[in-house]
């Protein structure tokens, strides 16, 4: 499967015709539902609708000379509208157009995100199942741990994932809410039913209480869901680089005809996208510490929010997406080597069946911290000199008081590791 590349639609949603769009769906909604409390005139009201347009080069022109980019914009659709343009922000604040805005442009750009997550899962669980028993070692500390399976690893990220998306679900949610409540959001000279309509109309809610603006908690939980998510994806992408290392080998980034990896060595084929999806959750991750130092401020709004929210709305939100389509690519791509997987289980001549023995020799009897002792020395002499752990395990009396070979060969079987395996499967992806 190639993925979706989203990221024209996502930046179309960044556009300065789109985000004008918005302030003026917002002002036309105002308008609307004033016009029903018979505060704008219905000849009025279709005159607004009908000539209503955007024109970025002549706000941007009028900026120049305002200095205040709302001004130049409602100067900008007067200038359309003609006298009627009077009823155009009538009782409004700049605030409450520019965050019930910014609400539609995020849940926008939350969509793509979560369509985006939808197709790595399913590549991800493909992955998972077409390696489902295809094994390889287990590590901590980066040392050779248990056996496991590759699909097991897979499962594991496809499960965190499921776990952004519903996060992803939830700062939808949660950055859904606009308002129209005027200067310190007292509702002075506009009636709360315009806010109920606009927010309804636009597909969102109405903000149970606001001061100048929608509270900078919302935006923190959205830019801080983008930081976990990429830094999902940098946990997922570092273990691509660690098991590309020519010492391991046991999967990398495919490497397509023509494909270069370095400019002085010819034989070099580099992890480059984990590299580059590493790196950029850096970024997303700083946007949110920016948006959480957005939450603080001085009473009822100042303006030190706007210039950031200007940078990481549309660069979180399309770095994101390019993260979650590269990522995609990458896995959908991924080249797995089973044999060189197996090879490394068994590099390290048995030691890794340590516990198996351990536990075999408790339920014979022997205490924990004697067969412990009993296991370790064996192990410790297995690594040091290469030699075979059963082996040595068969030959050390105190193991042959216990254990004879025949239960030595159960107990050194690989699949015993994996005995609970499809038990974990379906708690993952369901019966099947």
């Known amino acids: ?48 609708r009908e000539k209503s347009a955007i024109n970025v080069e002549r706000i941007d022109e009028i900026e120049k000379v305002t200095k205040h980019d709302v001004i130049a914009f409602l100067t900008s659709v007067t200038e359309k509208v003609g006298e009627d343009g009077r009823f155009i922000h009538m009782g409004l604040t700049s605030s409450d157009v520019l965050d019930t805005s910014l609400a539609v442009l995020l849940k926008e750009a939350a969509e793509i995100l979560l369509a985006d997550i939808d197709e790595l899962l399913a590549v991800l669980k493909r992955r998972a199942m077409e390696h489902k028993e295809t094994l390889m070692i287990g590590r901590s500390h980066g040392i050779h741990a248990e056996p496991i399976t590759f699909g097991l690893k897979m499962a594991l990220w496809y ?42 109309k636009l597909g969102l809610k109405p903000a149970p209480v606001s001061s100048q603006i929608v509270q900078r908690d ?59 999806i590493s790196g950029l959750a850096r970024l997303v991750r700083s946007y949110a510490v920016a948006a959480l130092e957005d939450i603080a401020l001085w009473h009822e709004r100042d303006i030190s929010h706007s210039s950031v929210e200007r940078v990481i709305g549309p660069d979180a939100t399309i770095v994101m997406d390019f993260m979650l389509g590269r990522f995609t690519g990458l896995m959908d791509k991924l080249v797995v080597y089973p044999e060189k997987m197996l090879a490394n289980l068994h ?6 069946f340590s516990q198996m023995v351990l536990l075999a020799l408790i339920e014979k009897g022997v205490t ?41 060969t159960a107990l050194f079987n690989v699949n015993n590791f994996l005995k609970n395996l499809n038990f974990i499967f379906n708690r993952v992806f369901g019966e099947k």
């Open 218 to 276: 919302r935006h923190a939980e959205y830019f801080t869901t983008l930081a976990i998510i990429a830094s999902s994806l940098d946990k997922f992408s570092q273990e691509i680089r660690l098991l590309q290392r020519t010492e391991v080998r046991e999967a990398e980034e495919y490497f397509s005809p023509g494909q270069k990896g370095s400019s002085a060595m010819p034989h070099k084929r580099n992890p480059v996208l984990s590299e580059n």
């Open 159 to 200: 499960q965190e994932v499921e776990r952004n998306r519903e996060r992803m679900r939830r700062a939808k949610e949660t950055i859904g809410y606009g308002k129209i409540a005027g200067a310190v959001g007292t509702f002075s000279f506009i009636d709360p039913s315009v806010e109920e309509y606009v927010c309804k």
């Open 347 to 352: 590099m390290t001549h048995g030691v890794v």
């Open 1 to 48: 499967m190639i993925p979706r590349y989203s990221r024209e639609k996502m930046t179309k949603i960044w556009s300065p015709e789109n985000r004008y769009q918005k302030w003026l769906d917002v002002e036309i909604a105002a308008c609307e539902a004033m016009a029903k409390l018979g505060a704008v005139p219905a000849d009025a009201l279709k005159n607004i």
């Open 368 to 408: 924990r911290e004697e067969a412990y002792a009993i296991v370790q020395k064996n192990a410790m002499q297995s690594w040091q000199e290469g030699q075979e752990f059963k082996s040595l395990l068969h030959k050390d009396a105190a193991v042959a008081k216990y254990l004879k070979e025949k239960d030595l």
